[in-house]
């Protein structure tokens, strides 16, 4: 496993290329920590080294961002390989698959209904099916006005 050099303190807040100040860390966790250092300090530095290591930009991109913030120093931050790119691109997609099973959980699916029902989604006359209601003769379907008279042979619902 790729192991990368990341400064505790960042060098751009005073951090030196010590011993000390260095950790050997997974590219998954030296992108979490950019992503928690910009969320703390605002730094934009933190951001794109962040978007790099998670493969949301390229090398272009980061050193473009980089210079356009200050210019000179922009190849002394992280510019991160093919290999990192697409190992958290894979991570980024094993995490979306534990998302969505998690999302299509009963215990989700409960969740949801409760919070749709608190906000009255889709009801009254949010409704977007407000007014008309779905008619069959048993092949065929269509949406009429409830104020329509219904056609010889259609009853109420619809044939799936």
């Given at each position: 496993?790729?192991?990368?050099?990341?400064?505790?303190?960042?060098?751009?807040?005073?951090g030196?290329?010590?011993?000390?100040?260095?950790?050997?860390?997974?590219?998954?966790?030296?992108?979490?920590?950019?992503?928690?250092?910009?969320?703390?300090?605002?730094?934009d530095?933190?951001?794109?080294?962040?978007?790099?290591?998670?493969?949301?930009?390229?090398?272009?991109?980061?050193?473009?961002?980089?210079?356009?913030?200050?210019?000179?120093?922009?190849?002394?931050y992280?510019?991160?390989?093919?290999?990192?790119?697409?190992?958290?691109?894979?991570?980024?997609?094993?995490?979306?698959?534990?998302?969505?099973?998690?999302?299509?959980?009963?215990?989700?699916?409960?969740?949801?209904?409760?919070?749709?029902?608190?906000?009255?989604?889709?009801?009254?006359?949010?409704?977007?099916?407000?007014?008309?209601?779905?008619?069959?003769?048993?092949?065929?379907?269509?949406?009429?006005?409830?104020?329509?008279?219904?056609?010889?042979?259609y009853k109420?619902?619809?044939?799936?």
């Open positions: 496993m790729t192991k990368h050099k990341h400064h505790i303190l960042p060098s751009y807040r005073g030196a290329d010590t011993r000390e100040n260095l950790i050997e860390v997974s590219v998954t966790r030296h992108a979490m920590f950019h992503y928690c250092n910009w969320r703390l300090w605002g730094d530095r933190d951001r794109i080294a962040w978007k790099g290591l998670s493969g949301e930009i390229g090398k272009e991109e980061i050193v473009s961002e980089l210079r356009s913030l200050g210019g000179k120093k922009a190849n002394r992280h510019i991160y390989t093919e290999e990192h790119i697409s190992m958290l691109r894979k991570l980024a997609k094993e995490n979306h698959s534990k998302a969505v099973e998690s999302a299509r959980s009963e215990k989700s699916k409960i969740k949801r209904k409760n919070t749709l029902s608190k906000i009255k989604h889709q009801q009254g006359t949010k409704n977007s099916q407000y007014g008309s209601m779905w008619i069959t003769n048993g092949t065929n379907n269509k949406k009429i006005k409830k104020t329509e008279m219904m056609p010889d042979g109420k619902g619809r044939v799936i």
